[in-house]
């Protein structure tokens, strides 16, 4: 129902929405308020347009709200509809309204919602910022970038950087194609422990000896490390 009301210092009309939801055994009138446009700050011209545009004449002095939202009215948070923020600063906002692209990040990282709010958030954030990723998105392009370099090695020794020494979990990071990660040495590579004012870490051994080789180029070959599925393991080396 097309009703005036008010934002800010304007007349405006609102989309008024009324109906009963059912929340832990209680029925409640749950009322959208849906922003439309603004019409006036005189109340006769207000009541003209609103006539000539919208066909309605119906008044609520009540009805007050910010320009561009929908809020509801009489419901607990968990039964706003899931297009609606249900906390939050934004919370009444419809989630396709909102610009503010680090607030709802910083929320849907934060916050639980439901899953179909939780999607929404979510297809909004990408939309004002299409560079986002999620953990799941980070960690399914982690996986397949490692499948394929395990494919590569398989046929032959791929080129990398040493970034790190080897530490106390036997774990290295490396550099391939400019790109970083951490990897696991396998069982069968000799090392050499070293300790270095308590701390222990350990380097590759060659005859015996011990080789620096933070900063080196050298060429591996790699497997999927058998502790840490999806994770990669440096099966040989060529020092």
């Known amino acids: ?6 934002s800010n210092k304007y007349y405006t009309i609102w989309d008024v929405v009324s109906e009963t939801v059912f929340y832990e055994n209680k029925s409640y009138i749950n009322t959208k308020y849906h922003f439309i446009q603004n019409l006036s700050k005189s109340k006769d011209e207000a009541f003209k347009k609103a006539k000539e545009l919208f066909n309605t004449n ?3 002095p009540h009805l007050k709200g910010k320009s561009r939202t929908v809020f509801c009215e009489n ?9 609606i923020m249900n906390i939050g600063k934004f919370k009444g906002e419809e989630i396709s309204s909102i610009s503010d692209a680090n607030y709802l990040i910083y929320m849907y990282e934060k916050s639980r919602f439901n899953g179909v709010r939780e999607k929404n958030v979510l297809k909004r954030i990408k939309e004002l ?3 986002y990723l999620t953990f799941w998105d980070i960690e399914k392009k982690r996986v397949s970038r490692n499948k394929k370099l395990i ?4 046929k ?7 970034e790190t020494n080897i530490n106390e979990n036997y774990e290295l990071r490396i550099s391939i194609s400019d790109e970083s990660t951490t990897v696991s040495i396998s069982s069968e590579i000799p090392l050499k422990e070293m300790e270095y004012r308590g701390n222990f870490y350990y380097l590759f051994s060659k005859n015996g000896k011990g080789k620096r080789l933070k900063n080196k180029n ?11 599925e999806g994770n990669l393991m440096i099966s040989e080396i060529k020092i």
């Open 1 to 6: 129902m097309k009703t005036i009301g008010f």
């Open 58 to 60: 119906i008044f609520d």
């Open 75 to 83: 419901i607990p948070k968990n039964t706003y509809d899931d297009c």
């Open 129 to 131: 910022d299409n560079s």
């Open 151 to 154: 494919e590569m090695s398989s």
């Open 156 to 162: 032959d020794f791929i080129d990398a950087t040493i």
């Open 218 to 228: 050298v060429k591996i070959k790699l497997i999927d490390d058998d502790q840490i």
